[in-house]
Structure formats: structure tokens, C-alpha cells
């Protein structure tokens, strides 16, 4: 029996044109759309907004006058999905996590900075602590942790609350940040581990009741529902909500037999992202993560021929060699266990839907002892200052590597390069 062979969406410039047209008017749309909030939320020189204070820190600056002067910053999302920074003085009460009526001058946000995310100085009216059921749920994961900071890590993982600076710091260090800030890697593990409780029951109750339906098709809807909902719950973060329309965007494309290791399918993807969000075409954690699909989609498109298992053991490599001065550029730090992270992410494949089950049962604290030796392990981290112009060439070899399989040698050449280059300067 002959397989039929999956198609690319585009086979013409004609398609390439309509669909580039179709993305372009919803871009005009989105972005009129934010226009026009932008000249409500700026309509005066100050604006009320109800919002939720997402991180508190301290930070100390010197004064013309050499003087040392402390304050706190505090990262505030608004109902609206407006996202800005505003500083409070040294002695304000703990906000984070609280709810706020916060008063805020408008007069010098630009339209780019409003969509950006932007500094303005502000006045907190007052703040409380709502309930609903997220707040229920992080009391809930809270009751099951007597150290904070695995605490912390936890909330980060369940409920996408950022970490504290020095436990953001330390996990960059092991290179392990990209698995505590809820992504698509997640996502994938979630989807994984709905279609396995989905399918059996689905197919019982098919076979007997709607044979003629079709169980791939309705466990995905099944499975997208939840995942939605989930992404909703968790006030859909920027990274969840990508990865969430890129998943949708491929499914939709499979079932209608077109290639979804293809190039064209990340474009498509990117395309729809930004003309539905025109506020994440700013997004670090975008251009991150379409780039790491990037770099498996060219693996695979290189070496589909190859074995599953040969992929699945070189893909990780492959992935974390790519993205090491993408890394190194944009945050720079490092230390000897960083490759690790390699291992690590396997683990977590594991550990993630594990953690999930244990701290539905009751043993949440069961890891906890683990994670504190891994967060009091001393990494003896380094700075690595990086020039922008190796990110930009690295970008330019990815992109001819698409035509040119010498061009994939040298880009794998040169990010070895980097990697022998950052383990000398650590050791």
C-alpha cells in the first residue's frame, strides 16, 4: 500500500503572496486595535488601572551626588494585559502577588513603549490579596513546602510566577531557566500526558456510541480545550500563549496532510503570533523560542532519514549547542554545569508530570530535599560578555544553512567554537 506523501502549504508565490496579504490586514487590525487603547489609556495625564503586582525587588543606584539611594521596583500587569514597571520607596509593605488600584502618569508613555512595556511613576491607592482559584491553588502547593524558595519554584512551574532574581540567577547559571518558565516544552509534556487519559475512554466510548467520528481529531479538540483553559487560568502568559497557538496551527495543518517539519509551518506560525499579538513581536521569549523550534526543525529536516533513536539522543545536543550563544549574548552567565542542562532536560521530562500527580495526592514535599541541594549547589558561575555581532552571525549561517549543507558543518563548527570557547574561560 503506498503512503501518501505530506505537501507543503505553499507551492506557489501566488499562495505566498495571499497569505502574506491575509496576515499583513491582521496585523493592521490588531494594531489599530491596540491604537486606539493606547489613546484611551493616554486620553489624560493620568490613568486608574486595576492590576496584579507580578515581582518586587530591591535595587540601589548612586546619586549624581555619590550618594546611595535604595527603592524597590515593582513589575505590575494591569486587567488590560498592560505590562510596565514602577518603583515604591525602600519601606513600602510586600505587594507581590496582591491585587492594586494603582494611579499612573501617562504623559510620556510613546505608542512603541506602550506596546513594549514601559517605566512610569505611579501612586498604589490600595491593595489586597483576592481570592479565586489560583490564589487557592498557590496557597494549596504552599501548604505542602516549608522552604520558600522550593516554594517559589513550584509556583513558577504550576502557576507561572516569575522567581526571585538570586533563584532566576542560579538556575541561568545551570542552564536551566528555560525549564522553570512555563513554554512549550511544557506544553508538549501536558498534551502528552492528556491525549494517554484520553484516549482509552474516548475509543471506548467511540466504538460503541459515534464510530463514525474520528478519535484523533476529537482528542485533540479535547486536549486543546483544556490546554486553553489552562492558559486562560494562568492569565495566558506570553510563552504559553505561543506555544499554544503553534501547537493549534500544526494539528490543523496535519490533519489536512501538510508537512508540519517544514520551515513554512514555523513561518505561518510566527506570522499568526505576531498579527494576532502585536505586543510579543517586542518579546525576547518569542524570538527564543522560534528560534529552538528553528533549530529542531532543521535538525530533523537534515536527518529525518536517520533513526529515532539516534535522533532522539543527538537532538538535545543539537538543540543546546544552537542555542548556547543565544544564551551567552543576550544573558551571559555560565559555569562548568551548564552542558548539564542537557541531562537535566531529559530528567524533567520525568520529573515535570511526576510532580504534577504527587502534589495532587498529598506528597508534594516528596522531591524537596533534592531541589534544595540543587538550589544551595554552588555553581561557580562566570560573566561571559559576549559581542552582539557572533549572535547576528550565527543567525545569518542558520538561515543559509537551509540551502546548503556546508553551511550547516560551519554553523556547527562555530557554535562548538563558543562552547570549547565558554568552558575555557570557566575553568
Known sequence: MTKLERVELLSSKRDLFYLLTLFILLFILSLSYEYYQYRKFTAFDSALLHAKVLKQYQKTKITPKKEKKSYQVLKVKSDKGISFYTIVPKTAPNYKDKDILIEIQTANISFL??????????????????????????????????DPKVNAL?????????????????????????LLAISGFHL?????ILFFLIKL??????????????????SFFLVA??????????????SLLRAFIMLSVAF??????IKIISMQTLFISLLLIVALFPRLLFSTGLFLSISGVFYIFLFLIYYQSKSK??????????????????????????SLYHPLSILWTSLFTLFYPLSIFIHIIGYGDLFDGVLRALMEFNSQPIKLHLPILLLYTEILLSLYALFS????????????SVSVYSIYHVT
Open 252 to 257: 490543523l495543518l496535519y490533519e489536512r496532510g
Open 309 to 334: 533513536l539516534w535522533q532522539f539522543i543527538l537532538l538535545p545536543f543539537w538543540v543546546y549547542l544552537m542555542m548556547m550563544p543565544y544564551s551567552l549574548v543576550l544573558f551571559g552567565n555560565f
Open 225 to 238: 480545550f483544556c490546554l486553553f483553559g489552562y492558559t486562560l487560568f494562568l492569565d495566558y502568559p506570553p
Open 405 to 416: 549543507k556546508k553551511a550547516l558543518y560551519l554553523l556547527l563548527l562555530f557554535t562548538l
Open 113 to 146: 513603549s506602550y506596546l513594549k512595556g514601559f517605566f512610569a511613576w505611579s501612586t498604589i491607592i490600595n491593595a489586597k490579596t483576592q481570592e479565586n482559584l489560583q490564589t487557592k491553588i498557590s496557597h494549596l502547593i504552599s501548604q505542602s513546602h516549608t
Open 154 to 178: 513550584y509556583q513558577a512551574l504550576f502557576l507561572a510566577k516569575p522567581l526571585p532574581f538570586t533563584l532566576q540567577q542560579h538556575f541561568s547559571n545551570l542552564g536551566l531557566s528555560h
Open 201 to 218: 475512554p474516548y475509543r471506548f466510548l467511540q466504538q460503541r456510541y459515534f464510530p463514525y467520528r474520528s478519535a484523533k481529531r476529537d
Open 188 to 192: 508538549g509534556v501536558l498534551s502528552a
